[in-house]
């Protein structure tokens, strides 16, 4: 395999961040007889582990005891026994790394947990590693067998235990829940946190609340006239506010749509509550509860039927209830839609929540984590620095994450994990974190954030079908004293197309379902909805075991990228101008050719004009000939890569200090004073300089108008009389030469031409009145 990096924790100071290809020797084992992985294993190298499942005891002369398991100086022990007897059991599996094992004897050592004293053993049984079977899936797994303990003597005792013991790959079934010796410092319940782990997002739905009006409002002052009403809707811990009434009456109208994110299986209730604004504070008038379980679910556009409901007040107590008023609604669960909780530019689905709108699968996606070179120290342990890195892989409702490997700055996982694939059109995420969870209080609420190490994104469609990618990418962090290079992650990604047709079909399909287009959301209701949807999978990926935190998922979902940033701004202008720039080119080459700076090109662009007059035919049919041969000439000068994260595109190079504090403050802004004010002052300029922009862009616009508005009567006559003209003009004489005149006219020969002033209709066009005199 080729190195890309060194294991000496400082960083990569070298500042390469540029993409390498690698060859990773990925497919085989590299065992006797040329032993090979699985066909479902071949992105990652094999790593072989030596496995000890320890299934339970029976007849100890002890009634609490545990086993330790030991080869060399590695020790991992399980948990006490689940049922304090002489036949306890266990149900646990030990994974020592076979290239780092310190012995040649495995011994399964039965304790009291009474007893701290190391010497002294309930019993205990000897393998010698040499003679331990070897198993490589899809063989069954290796049957348990009972073992007679021996004493610490060697002689045979009364009790015995079950287990089985044999030489397997990342492969075997048990190897995402088994101890790791690499993890072998993490003990107690921190274990959990070590373990690699597949995850699934719930399926989440856009909740459509239409509020129509409320009738019969009973106010909590009698003398209360022109009530401010409006309505507050609480799904889960989310609320929506909708507008005040116009209406300033006991029976307000408001005709809004209140969106809201439903998660399956829609246990939760909707709460509706009626407030009346009274000044600064908000009275509730009543409350109306509706069961998500019961109501309609739609999957494409159509009428929902209005129903009312009762809105009752509860007292104080929560006892007394009485009929408050009734509100007219329409609700719905729209199945229709896509629910956004990742950037749409860079998004890993864009299916319908409800399944029946669901095409087959296009592909498969193979996505191989082999290593991570060069790790940067992420924390102090023991007074040295230390690195202790996990993977987590996103795409769709998939999630992925890797087993921690503990205290090294060159982790090798070499696990792999498949998606299937309903456009092409997709992003992977693939993050890189430094586990802060493993030496602390367990897994209970988890408050220390993750630190992150860097993530990539590949997109599907610049991938090559069933072509392999082993590349090492550079693993970036912007942070607020400027951009850093933490590592370097080699990836092995495939990209296999099960039908051809259909996923070339996907290019003429909408991008999202098309309820986004007959029904469409605004920018407003689509930015509360992602942040919503974000804080449900924050909650439920927080509640499995491992636990994804509420930092990891914000990361991988690319949470506050809509949040100001003056680099990102600059960043994005700059594509804007290299988008133009070809244009600008072909404007300065046909500007050249006017001047006659090459008399020769000058000439063949009259004779290529001419050709394109009188021969409109094959002027069209050269044009696409051009653009098939030129496209089968960059078929050979195509990108070999899959794109990276680019820090020169980003401007995270040449950021100012001031710049990422900026853009890593927190929002609202938590700076004050004279920072504040420079901020806020450097921000009016910029918007100074747009909106001067935006004015002359209303200006050219109202010109255009202005032509037949009689604003100026003298420039309205004369483009009457211009276009009366040109109307005779064209009816008696050909079109072609027309148009043959007027290029001659724009090429014609410097001596004919007056350089440095305006064109007659450039003149014209400038003195057509705007409204920018009325602005005041």
């Excluded at 994990?417 to 969870?437: A, K, M, R, S």
């Excluded at 990209?495 to 399909?509: G, P, R």
């Excluded at 616009?701 to 009457?720: H, I, M, Q, Y």
């Amino acid at each position: 395999m080729a190195a890309n990096g060194t294991g000496n924790g400082n960083g990569n100071s070298n500042g390469d961040f540029s993409l390498k290809e690698t060859c990773p020797n990925i497919g085989n084992g590299g065992g006797k007889g040329g032993e090979k992985l699985t066909s479902s294993f071949d992105l990652v190298e094999a790593m072989h582990f030596l496995y000890a499942r320890i299934v339970r005891a029976r007849a100890l002369p002890v009634n609490d005891s545990f086993v330790a398991v030991k080869i060399g100086s590695y020790k991992g022990r399980t948990k006490q026994s689940l049922n304090s007897n002489p036949n306890p059991e266990f149900h646990e599996t030990f994974a020592f790394t076979k290239t780092r094992l310190q012995g040649n004897i495995l011994e399964v050592v039965v304790r009291n947990r009474d007893n701290a004293n190391e010497d002294d053993i309930v019993g205990k049984c000897r393998f010698d590693v040499a003679e331990i079977p070897t198993r490589v899936p899809p063989d069954s797994p290796l049957a348990p067998q009972w073992y007679r303990l021996e004493d610490r003597n060697g002689v045979k005792i009364g009790g015995e235990i079950m287990l089985s013991v044999w030489i397997g790959t990342q492969a075997d079934e048990v190897f995402s829940e088994a101890w790791h010796s690499d993890s072998a410092t993490v003990t107690g319940e921190n274990v959990v946190n070590t373990r690699s782990k597949v995850y699934l997002s719930p399926r989440l739905w856009y909740l459509r609340v239409n509020v129509i009006e409320a009738q019969d409002l009973v106010p909590l002052h009698q003398n209360r006239i022109n009530p401010e009403i409006l309505i507050k809707g609480f799904l889960g811990n989310v609320v929506v506010r909708s507008r005040i009434s116009q209406t300033r009456s006991v029976n307000p109208v408001w005709n809004e749509d209140m969106m809201f994110v439903a998660v399956e299986p829609f246990e939760d209730s909707l709460i509706l509550s009626v407030e009346d604004k009274v000044g600064p504070r908000e009275e509730c008038l009543g409350r109306c509860e509706i069961k998500l379980s019961q109501v309609e679910r739609r999957v494409i556009p159509g009428p929902v039927p209005a129903l009312w409901y009762n809105v009752e007040h509860i007292g104080e107590t929560g006892e007394m209830r009485r009929f408050a008023g009734r509100i007219h609604l329409r609700v719905s669960l729209d199945g229709g839609y896509h629910v956004l909780d990742e950037s749409i530019q860079y998004s890993s689905d864009y299916r319908a929540s409800a399944k029946l709108l669901w095409t087959p699968a296009i592909g498969v996606l193979e996505l191989g984590v082999l290593n991570a070179t060069g790790l940067v120290p992420m924390k102090s342990r023991d007074g040295r620095g230390t690195t202790d890195a996990y993977c987590v892989a996103k795409y769709g409702t998939k999630w992925v994450r890797t087993r921690t490997i503990v205290d090294t700055f060159d982790p090798k996982w070499n696990e792999q994990y498949t998606w299937e694939v309903y456009d092409p059109y997709t992003v992977i995420t693939i993050g890189v974190f430094d586990n802060l969870n493993l030496f602390g209080a367990g897994n209970q609420n988890r408050l220390i954030n993750d630190s992150r190490i860097g993530k990539i994104r590949i997109r599907l469609s610049t991938l090559v079908t069933s072509k392999i990618y082993t590349h090492s990418y550079p693993l970036v962090v912007l942070k607020p004293d400027g951009v850093k290079k933490m590592g370097e992650i080699q990836l092995a990604v495939r990209f296999t197309a099960t039908s051809m047709i259909d996923m070339l079909q996907k290019y003429s399909e909408p991008l999202l379902p098309e309820m986004h287009y007959i029904s469409p959301l605004s920018i407003y209701q689509l930015d509360s909805l992602r942040h919503q949807a974000t804080h449900i999978l924050c909650i439920k990926l927080g509640r499995n075991e491992p636990a994804l935190g509420r930092d990891v998922v914000e990361y991988m979902l690319d949470v506050g990228s809509n949040i100001w940033s003056l680099r990102r701004g600059r960043a994005n202008f700059e594509r804007l101008v290299s988008f133009f720039d070809g244009w600008m080119d072909a404007w300065r080459w046909f500007d050249e050719i006017c001047k006659w700076k090459s008399p020769v090109t000058t000439v063949l662009i009259h004779i290529v004009f001419l050709f394109i007059v009188f021969l409109p035919k094959y002027c069209v049919f050269s044009m696409l000939l051009y653009c098939f041969v030129f496209g089968l000439y960059r078929f050979g000068l195509r990108p070999r890569h899959p794109p990276h994260m680019d820090i020169k595109l980003s401007k995270a190079d040449s950021a100012l200090p001031d710049e990422l504090d900026e853009e890593f403050d927190v929002f609202p802004s938590a700076k004050s004073g004279d920072i504040l004010k420079k901020r806020y002052d450097r921000l009016r300029g910029i918007a100074g300089r747009m909106m001067i922009v935006l004015g002359d862009l209303a200006t050219q616009g109202e010109r255009v108008k202005s032509l037949l508005s009689w604003r100026d009567p003298r420039a309205t006559s004369l483009f009457l009389a211009f276009c009366f003209v040109s109307c005779g003009v064209i009816c008696f004489v050909s079109m072609k030469l027309l148009l043959t005149v007027l290029a001659f006219y724009v090429m014609r020969h410097p001596r004919v031409r007056v350089f440095d002033i305006p064109s007659i209709p450039q003149n014209f066009f400038r003195r057509l009145p705007s409204r920018a005199d009325s602005i005041l």
